[in-house]
């Protein structure tokens, strides 16, 4: 008995559409980096393109790629979540031989050893972000993209209590905040230095543990620091332009950062979409 | 033709449930208050026990009572969203005619008017949740809630810099606090008094708008008032003790406050459940 | 005395920011709807740019407009979600005197009447979602967009199983649906108009009440319209190029759809982001 | 230098607090399990009691706590996420000298085998949610408890349709639904267990991939078994009595089902909060 094939039926409204797929898939993944084999929950959305004359996408095979991808690399690891994300991206194509393009999106905790100020190293939780796009013309892209939680000390509030109570007084407010850092997944590009570039540019990075002394010498570096959240964007510009100002000026940026200001019921927010070409100008 | 009536079948399994009943209704209600009418959204999960003997609960039968009662209420506004909780708790009883005990929970965003350092008067958001139980015995309780957002700073890094840089410095962590006081809502008892007491138990209230001298107002007396999520709930309950201590003992308290710290990734947390009586001890 | 204005400053790292300003305000607003005054509480967005000169945006002049757009319109009522983002977006140009563009968003519960098919009156949620953007050219672009939860009934389980128990079986997986439809608000372009193209969209619409009768004939319904979620989207822009295929062909149209798959963990979406042009071709 | 300790002062306000404590700490930890070692993220809450004489709890040590206990475990692996929770509560004791209570609550992302109807092979992904509270007396109580996503079949519209449209008519609505059960974890339970529990109570259990022919024995199957979640929890109910009766009757059982109705824009939700003992009756 041969099953009816309902998704390869014409549609009714014959209109193509931009992006098919599944959403919210959970999977159990390894990546080898460099400083060992890393287990990984990503959740991962896949999507193609379909053409007007097609009435579904076979969503089913999305599901089938996407474990095929995870076997296949149980046996020979991918070096990192993006091109995990590509090598998915690429076999959808393969898969769906009606569509013209394909994207896939994952997301991870993530963990990285750390030192407090007196040395106490702990394991710091951060989130990676993958994206991968790929279609017929042989074109991928690939991005990485990391999420870090860290602080920022605000300037102005420092400034005015100063002129107010005299340049001894360092009172002003500061909050967690929370950036995102997102760049095209070139030759040499690591969600690791993305996670660094991202601590370093927010007013201090923080901590699991914190004993008395190491939260004085957060606090104080804190102090030395303060920033705006449109300060915190322009350094993680600034430092990716540092680290990857060699990579081609088409190579797309995006910088987030976010602030739960202690001040205010509402978050600050500064955002900047370009290039490294844009960049360099 | 009559309808076969399946949730009154006897079920195979023969277990008595504690809650049965429907989740995420949104609803638009008024409520009177002393300041005016008040127009809300209020999500709202109502239910009922289930005997044994009774395989379903008729889950139409609860969104019917909602709808019934919002309508009444149009006509005969309610004084307060735990009395409406109340109104739906004792009318769930009288539906569900199996039923020996009905329970409503209510949550609606709420605004009321605050004034910045200056003077600045603003509209601050908040969040009520409400909650009443019935049963055959006639014993109702109900119960009011509020979520207030607003601001700690913490003692322990500030005497601990104090120690070391001199004691004319001031600086240390502050963040977000969210807290929580719930309370059983008898004669007396309003949101607006408990979100003022929430308001008044952390270092300082926040804001929408603050102007240069609002911010370093706000600022400098947070800074007088350091406190920790634990110094934030005790002082909610000194509050009660004082505005409420003259109602019944076994009067329920519930008293909650969660900082988003800024130098750690994860939350401070700190909770009281207990009754007037127990704090008059 | 004067006190620092420290958003003015040179910021050390010269780059220009693509959208600065503050997320997650909370507003009541009143909008005047052709069946009356709708009361809403919104969430905001706001954002303007940030030349490479200026390390801040000085984000309390945001929260400002929303708040005096907010006053003007308890005198003045906008007629939609929508005009009040328009209006804030031009306002937040003439007050950051040094930005080229700007940008607001707003999300609100919203409610309309619906009738079961045994003619029940019942008063369904929807959720708004208004952007608005403006320039310096004096270009404005304003969009409303609406998120429905409906219902589909999967036609290939249908027509598969159809084939293994015989035509006369109707047994297939339905689940909820969650649509979103956005559009360039353009004259005549109405929120209540778009709920009605996507709820008619879906396999069927749902209630919050829904008598054995009722059930029945929502099941039926559904089932005689069998559909995935690239069905849903592709009937929504039929139904808007039908509505609104008058307008301009620049005029942009964003439709999705996702499934809560019954029969799997993950959920299955469908999107078109397109122009009215594009949809006439 | 000795730096103050801030938490051993005397607060203003003398309260005891039930639980303070860190929230939502996110560890990787490994589990040995019987099929292997699972690596898993843990999110985690710690807590303990304070005495009104102590100002604060000194939440550092919380985190070098489970720093610790996820230590000692990469050396001796626990056997379970609820053992993992029991040594940390233990801990916590230890830790903190003035505390009289400590609870712990951990949930993380968990994968298990499972064969579709034609024996194709998944991993399909659960939720693990542990607990575990300990005291001075020495009582120690653990919990083990599972959430799981499948299908429930309405059996209403079902019966009401087959009465309208004849005997041989199946239509009927069916939908996404989430149970979570929850157990005293006693010698013998295993969460794999529980997930059999629940995942066997529901309509179906739900797939990742489902070819056509697989899509349709799922809902064929899932017809089979028409069941309200009032129907899921009572299955959990029987279940956890014939596979856990023998355990002492004071052994606590949580059991939960919610459907994310496909008729309606609100969730079904049942419960049931009891003993062993209480079941047995």
């Known amino acids: 008995m041969s099953l009816p094939d309902v998704q ?153 209590i100063r002129e107010t109570l005299g340049k001894h007084q360092n009172i002003t407010h500061n909050q967690r905040n929370i950036s995102n850092l997102m760049i095209e997944a070139k030759e040499g590009v690591d969600a690791d230095d993305l996670i660094e570039i991202a601590e370093n540019s927010m007013s201090s990075p923080t901590y699991g543990i914190l004993k008395r002394l190491d939260e004085e010498k957060v606090v104080i570096q804190a102090y030395e620091h303060p920033k705006f959240v449109e300060d915190v964007v322009r350094d993680m510009l600034k430092n990716v332009l540092k680290k990857y100002g060699h990579l081609s000026d088409d190579t797309i940026v995006i910088a987030m950062s976010e602030s739960l200001e202690s001040i205010h019921k509402h978050n600050a927010f500064a955002e900047r979409h370009t290039t490294l070409g844009q960049l360099k100008k």
């Open 8 to 160: 390869s039926w014409k549609p009714e409204s014959r209109f193509k559409l931009t992006r098919v797929g599944v959403k919210g898939i959970k999977k159990q993944i390894q990546i080898q980096r460099p400083s060992g084999i890393s287990n990984m929950v990503a959740r991962m959305d896949l999507f193609v393109d379909l053409p007007a004359s097609r009435k579904g996408s076979d969503l089913s095979r999305n599901v089938e790629v996407i474990e095929e991808i995870v076997e296949q690399s149980a046996k020979k690891l991918s070096p990192s979540l993006e091109s995990l994300c590509s090598r998915t991206a690429e076999s959808l194509l393969h898969r769906h031989e009606y569509a013209t393009y394909s994207e896939v999106h994952a997301q991870a905790d993530y963990f990285l050893e750390r030192h407090s100020p007196t040395g106490r190293m702990t394991l710091e939780p951060y989130i990676l972000r993958a994206k991968a796009t790929a279609n017929r013309e042989g074109v991928f892209r690939e991005y990485i993209g990391v999420e870090v939680v860290g602080m920022t000390v605000c300037p102005c509030a420092l400034e005015t």
